[in-house]
């Protein structure tokens, strides 16, 4: 594919654990051979549970996080390899929406400052033209230019966001990657934060690397998903295909388990159930990460690590129990 | 369904009022709230932030801190006695032997500095009077009842030795160690990531089904209530706004609170993909902004005058088996959906 905006290959983020003058340095693989395109005004979800490495790769895509190997391209710039000035010029092709806007927000510094901090920064626009272009943005994401006087604690979650948002935009971004967006808000601001997200990207042309635990969030906002656990895609797909027909053990365990009212959802009990907790990501197991958890686990499983692979058009999974057709073999045992 | 005549339900809470003296004025927290719960039934209490969910759960175990906050008004009757009418000793042998509580967030309602077997003998050794060693049996015991792998030797583990989901089983294993009649959950898997509340979720209806507690569950989930619960009470602004089987309220949700906080759940079947959400515009009203009338008027798409001034009185429809707060089911209106 050579019409995506961001294109991701084998990203690995690696954090040194301790280590003595004898003992061997351990790593904590929290991201592990990531790779995923996204085309220029789709958006790419990635979800998974803690631990899973989904949030470590959203850090890394923003330069945040140091990566151990790997490589990341934004259109024309290689967005992985840049360093000091030339990084922090391309940074505001790609802005960040953190989890807690009560946490994104100097409690001491104006919301319209926030803003033209931002502008000033990224050398938006002329000094002269910042303060409308800051009204410009409040409108945009729903706000008003009043507010802009204002100090965060006098905003509410979901308005919170909204700045955050707001300045985010300021740098006109191409790409948007957003951290659990709408986590820390009530469903019903979490709905109005996810219209405002689609309507700004239809506006806008933006690009969105979603992050999120919550599969509704992820059905409702994402082209494409990728599943993350402990490190790795282990199933990536449009959103019809994974959401119709998941094939990955763990992501029918992620579906079955999350709770639903839709009518005509599987009922409690015939569910994949998980035991304990995911691996220590320090000590990864040899073969399948998910074979410890996998009801469903081979004795091959146990010592080769799957590959991940196209088995239908577009949708891949990285498991020895899913055939070359995209059959789920494990189903007819 | 149950025949209309029922026994007197185990927890029966009527017209419970709480206030909270601030700087601002008078807060009303709570306002009329009622309900009841059966032996082996579950309840589930929904609604946004600031609803009053959890100020319920803590007024019915009495732990609103006082001051500033005061029950005004109303009972909490426990299998016939009044527990707002007990005094604290009295209160204090209920308080977690009869009704027990599972708290939000397992990584702060531990304390770090003694190992989960003494936490969860502590309630028996305090309420059944049995010694360390009895109490530390029991505490294995409870341990493994919430599949807690190894449980003999874990006993002597410090909180931060386990994991987020394991500490929420050990909090379950604490409140579960009396025996309560009625275990109130607030948000008890919030914290934790969703194969893991499915593990709890089981464990919670595996337990109610085995010892017959009613249970409480708190959540702003409506996923959650549809899986575990057998009625849900909707709270907005301090009041209960619709009751009713949760069948019935999520097929077919009467007030228009209960209806927005179905529509806008994102990711379901029956939104089509790039189709916007249903919004409830607005957010929830400041306690101390409440006037007259229904405190949801300001966010409702089909408000009236009368909603802005007076408030309905409450409409019970099948029997008594499902009610509503709103004007657009009061008397008149009585001939809704069945």
Redesign the interface.
């Known amino acids: 594919m050579t019409d995506a905006l961001l294109q991701v290959r084998d990203l690995k983020v690696h954090f040194p654990m301790g280590g003595g003058i004898l003992g061997a340095r351990s790593f904590v693989k929290a991201v592990d051979g990531v790779s995923f395109d996204i085309p220029k005004g789709r958006t790419f979800g990635i979800v998974g549970e803690s631990g899973s490495g989904k949030s470590t790769t959203a850090l890394a895509v923003m330069r945040l996080v140091k990566i151990t190997s790997g490589s990341m391209r934004l259109g024309d710039d290689d967005i992985g390899a840049l360093e000091g000035e030339g990084l922090r010029k391309v940074r505001r092709r790609f802005q960040m929406v953190f989890q807690d806007p009560f946490a994104s927000l100097n409690p001491r510094k104006r919301a319209g400052d926030a803003i033209l901090e931002a502008l000033e920064l990224m050398d938006v626009g002329e000094p002269a033209a910042r303060p409308a272009l800051a009204r410009q943005l409040f409108l945009q994401t729903g706000l008003r230019p009043e507010q802009l006087q204002l100090f965060p604690h006098q905003f509410s979650g979901g308005q919170r966001q909204r700045i955050v948002l707001a300045r985010a935009l300021a740098a006109r971004p191409d790409l948007v990657v957003c951290d659990e967006p709408v986590s820390a808000l009530d469903v019903a601001i979490q709905a109005q934060i996810l219209n405002l997200m689609q309507r700004l990207q239809r506006e806008l042309g933006l690009t969105y690397l979603f992050i999120s635990h919550d599969l509704g969030v992820i059905r409702h906002m994402c082209d494409e998903i990728g599943v993350m656990y402990l490190g790795q895609i282990v199933e990536q797909a449009p959103r019809e295909g994974l959401f119709e027909r998941p094939l990955h053990p763990y992501t029918l365990a992620l579906w079955s388990a999350a709770p639903s009212f839709d009518p005509g959802s599987r009922s409690r009990r015939d569910r994949i159930r998980l035991q304990g907790d995911p691996p220590s990501p320090i000590h990864v197991p040899p073969g399948c990460r998910f074979a410890g958890r996998c009801p469903f686990a081979e004795p091959r499983c146990h010592s080769e690590p799957p590959a991940l692979r196209e088995v239908l058009p577009g949708h891949q999974v990285a498991c020895h129990r899913v055939t070359d057709a995209g059959q789920p073999a494990y189903r007819e045992a | 369904m149950t025949t209309p005549i029922v026994s007197p339900a185990l927890l029966d809470v009527s017209n419970l009022g709480v206030e909270f003296q601030t700087r601002g004025g008078v807060a009303r927290v709570l306002e009329e709230v009622a309900f009841q719960v059966h032996r082996g039934e579950t309840l589930g209490l929904v609604g946004?932030?600031g609803c009053g969910k959890s100020m319920t759960a803590l007024a019915m175990m009495r732990l609103i801190p006082t001051p500033p906050g005061r029950i005004t008004s109303g009972r909490v009757v426990l299998d016939g006695k009044d527990l707002l009418a007990l005094d604290e000793p009295a209160m204090r042998h209920h308080r977690g032997n009869r009704i027990s509580m599972i708290f939000q967030e397992p990584m702060t309602s531990l304390n770090p500095a003694y190992t989960v077997g003494n936490q969860i003998g502590e309630a028996v050794r305090l309420h059944q009077g049995l010694d360390r060693k009895a109490a530390t049996t029991c505490a294995i015991d409870m341990l493994e009842a919430v599949g807690i792998?190894a449980a003999k030797a874990r006993v002597h583990d410090y909180p931060h030795q386990f994991?987020?989901?394991?500490r929420q089983r050990v909090m379950i294993a604490m409140a579960l160690a009396c025996k309560p009649d009625v275990l109130i959950a607030d948000e008890p898997t919030t914290a934790l990531?969703?194969?893991?509340?499915?593990?709890i979720?089981?464990l919670i209806?595996d337990l109610r089904e085995r010892t017959g507690t009613a249970v409480v569950l708190i959540t702003?989930?409506?996923?959650?209530?549809?899986?575990?619960a057998d009625r849900v009470a909707v709270m907005y602004a301090g009041r209960i706004v619709e009751e009713g089987s949760v069948a019935e309220v999520?097929?077919a949700p009467l007030h228009p609170y209960t209806r927005?906080?179905?529509a806008?759940?994102?990711?379901?079947?029956?939104?089509g993909?790039?189709e916007?959400?249903?919004?409830?515009?607005g957010?929830?009203p400041s306690l101390l902004e409440r006037r007259g009338g229904c405190a949801f008027a300001d966010r409702c798409s089909d408000v009236q005058p009368r909603c802005r001034t007076h408030l309905p009185a409450e409409t019970r429809i099948d029997a008594g088996r499902r009610r509503v707060l709103c004007w657009l089911h009061a008397e008149e209106k009585r001939e809704t959906s069945s």
């Open positions: 946004e932030s792998p994991s987020g989901g394991m990531d969703v194969t893991v509340q499915a593990q979720f089981d209806s702003h989930d409506m996923g959650a209530i549809a899986e575990m999520l097929q927005g906080l179905i806008c759940a994102p990711g379901r079947r029956t939104t993909f790039g916007p959400l249903t919004e409830i515009p957010t929830v």
